[in-house]
């Protein structure tokens, strides 16, 4: 499950999510990083947190990565597998990172 090519912040995010570590995988996102789940977005910490809750660790969401690709400097767009009690199926993100935090992240439809 770990991908060797991608920086570890992301590869913590998978891990984090499938290990429901909430309290390690909030302090993978910078202070004032944004979430857009597919238009709907989350800025700062604890509105992540709240996210976290309700869409990702709180239903049970296990993650896979298919792939994976760098599309400029420290920007990565990752096709990931998803399993859980929300939803099921397959879809890309688009991890903005910088200093092993996550700046931003963008959950696209597939």
């Known amino acids: 499950m770990n991908n060797t090519d991608l920086p570890q912040v992301i590869n913590q995010f998978v891990e984090y999510t499938n290990s429901e570590n909430s309290k390690d995988f ?3 996102f910078a202070e004032e990083a944004i979430l857009n789940d597919w238009g709907r ?3 700062g910490r604890d ?12 239903k049970k969401s296990r993650f896979q ?6 599309t400029a400097v420290n920007n990565w767009m990752v096709q990931i597998k998803v399993n859980g009690n929300g939803f099921n199926g397959t879809g890309p993100m688009e991890f903005k990172i910088s200093d092993n935090h996550i700046l931003s992240i ?5």
């Open 41 to 43: 977005i989350f800025k």
């Open 26 to 28: 909030i302090n993978l």
């Open 65 to 70: 990565i298919l792939d994976s690709h760098e």
């Open 106 to 110: 963008r959950i696209l439809p597939n």
């Open 47 to 58: 509105s992540i947190s709240e996210w976290n809750k309700n869409e990702n660790i709180g």
